[in-house]
């Protein structure tokens, strides 16, 4: 049986969709990831053109706000926001809760070029803690 992840942070705009994106690509096997936010606001454009870059399309993606799980039960929540995000949302409906800083790639100022380093940059850190952390803890 899949296990359930919810991954959430302010706007769910860039980090949530990514890790939502990167985990459903890459391990579809064994998890079903959904992403949301205190904010519904829209699916950055670099976090998708840094997706698609990897070959994973998240053009389809809308933001959404956690509210629409509620009542929902997951096995794992995981919060995303970076350590100064005072207002991470909480989602009272996980069995186990895990909260991985990343830094917020949509606050990233410069040219075009600048930004998508720093979007591609916390992609790769996302899909690294995803094979560090979530599918390496969840084997067996």
């Not at 302010?10 to 939502?20: I, K, L």
């Not at 998240?58 to 794992?76: A, P, T």
């Not at 606050?107 to 930004?115: L, P």
Request: aromatic share 8%; with cysteine; glycine share 8%.
């Amino acid at each position: 049986m899949k296990k359930t992840v919810l991954f959430i942070c302010v706007h769910n705009s860039a980090r949530s969709q990514m890790a939502e994106g990167l985990v459903n690509a890459l391990h579809s096997d064994r998890f079903e990831a959904v992403s949301g936010g205190t904010e519904a606001t829209r699916v950055h454009p670099a976090a998708i053109q840094a997706m698609a870059e990897i070959g994973i399309d998240i053009s389809g993606h809308h933001s959404k706000s956690i509210d629409v799980f509620e009542g929902r039960r997951f096995d794992i929540v995981v919060m995303v926001c970076d350590d100064k995000q005072a207002d991470c949302p909480f989602f009272p409906g996980g069995k186990e809760y895990i909260h991985h800083a990343f830094d917020d790639p949509a606050a990233c100022v410069g040219t075009d070029e600048d930004v998508m380093a720093c979007f591609r940059r916390t992609r790769d850190e996302i899909k690294g803690w995803i094979e560090e952390t979530l599918v390496r803890a969840t084997r067996g």
